[in-house]
């Protein structure tokens, strides 16, 4: 019966198929079974029958089943770029935010489907929630330059730390200045190669190297707070107080409870003598670990 379920969808046209399966279901057919790696609804989906769909949730199917890790029904109904499925799915109870890094909106995002970001974002879709390549929605619609995305995006997308001119010029800006992974080998290597490099780098004093690994690291991976302190600490070294203080700030715009982030600004403050402000970093960061011994000592001789 479960086979024959799931074959009914693609075999009988949309006008017969609601019928089709009431009766099948009045016969005890599991509405929710898995066949040919999918259920009837993701079956009534990708082959856009709204109507076979509508009559699947009116009878209890599962909106949130998944026919694989990620691809629940909402996934499946963005995929075949079906609105009116969409918005059934959500109506019935579909998480908007997905099951894994495969968010409904990411999916949007890279497939460009402007026309239905405001039905996500109405039910609830989190705009702050990153794909599996680190990245948020707006982000990859920027990639691909789309700018009306980005602007639908833009009002509900918090602030990125890293896109330093935080408007939609800016994030369109940012994107287009983002390296391409043909562009340089190095990047082919991956974000912890990068690091790895530059920690290579700072331990052998060659600062400027290691700014330069740490900085490519940072536009595959621009959510490690690490790829910033570190980034800071080079630039301490060098002397360069103004770019310590902006990289420790981004870090800790990132990371507010991490003492580290505290500490790295409170020594690029210290490099361009605003000791008051210093003080106030140290001072937080030895409220968040009060055990730090660094962060004590910079205190004690501040």
């Known amino acids: 019966m479960p086979v024959c379920f799931t074959r009914l969808i693609f075999c009988i046209p949309n006008s017969g198929v609601c019928d089709m399966i009431e009766v099948l279901l009045s016969k005890g057919a599991d509405i929710n079974s898995l066949s040919y790696c999918m259920t009837p609804l993701h079956a009534a989906i990708m082959e856009d029958q709204d109507a076979a769909v509508k009559t699947l949730l009116d009878q209890h199917a599962d909106c949130n089943k998944a026919m694989s890790i990620h691809c629940t029904p909402l996934i499946a109904a963005l995929r075949v770029r079906s609105l009116k499925c969409v918005r059934l799915l959500i109506k019935a109870g579909a998480h908007v935010n997905g099951v894994g890094p495969l968010t409904p909106l990411i999916v949007a995002a890279n497939e460009g489907l402007t026309d239905f970001y405001k039905c996500l974002l109405e039910a609830g ?5 990153r794909g599996d390549g680190g990245q948020l929605p707006i982000e990859i619609a ?5 700018r009306k995305d980005v602007e639908i995006l833009f009002p509900v997308t918090s602030r990125i730390p890293y896109v330093r ?14 390296p391409k992974v043909e562009d340089d080998p190095l990047f082919k290597m991956g974000p912890a190669y990068l690091k790895s490099e530059g920690s290579k780098a700072y331990k052998r004093k060659d600062y400027v190297s290691a700014i330069n690994f740490y900085t490519m690291a940072t536009k595959l991976d621009p959510a490690d707070a690490t790829l ?21 700030k981004f870090c800790r715009m990132m990371r ?5 982030a505290c500490y790295r ?9 605003n000791y008051e402000k210093a003080c106030d970093s140290f001072s937080d960061g030895l409220k968040l670990d009060p055990t730090n011994v660094e962060i004590e000592d910079a205190l004690r001789y501040h």
């Not at 879709?125 to 929630?129: C, G, K, T, V, W």
């Open 256 to 260: 507010p409870d991490w003492p580290k």
């Open 265 to 273: 600004q409170g020594a690029a403050q210290m490099l361009l003598k």
């Open 165 to 178: 001119d935080w408007s939609i010029d800016g994030i369109l800006a940012y994107a287009k200045s983002l």
């Open 142 to 146: 920027a990639h691909h330059n789309r």
């Open 228 to 248: 910033h302190s570190n980034t800071s600490l080079c630039w301490i070294k060098l002397g360069e107080g103004d770019e310590a203080l902006e990289s420790a």
């Open 125 to 129: 879709a989190d705009p702050d929630l």
